[in-house]
């Protein structure tokens, strides 16, 4: 959503958005943990491997530590989208 609303509001709503997601991904990756050293069919073993994998960005325990690095990246998103596009800047 920032990527195409470059606006402020927009990249606050993106953070409270992308830390949701983040959350849940930490959240069922380590709920995944419990199949470790299971004999599991090919399929859902790969599943799980990608799963834990791709945490890209694993935000802190502190939940006000979480939520600023969660807006900082957002914050840089929307500067990176800036930059490669000037003219997809709204002006509200």
Known sequence: MDQIFIIGD????????DQRAIDAQVDYAKQATRFEGMA???VTA???????????LANPADP???????????TLEGVRTRKMAPEWQ???
Do not use: M
């Not at 530590?65 to 990246?73: G, H, N, Q």
């Open 90 to 92: 709204t002006e509200l």
């Open 64 to 74: 006000q530590k979480a939520e600023d690095r969660t807006r900082t990246v957002s």
């Open 10 to 17: 927009a990249q606050e709503i993106s953070a409270k958005l």
């Open 46 to 56: 790969r599943k799980i491997r990608i799963l834990t994998l791709s945490l890209t």
């Open 40 to 42: 599991l069919d090919p």
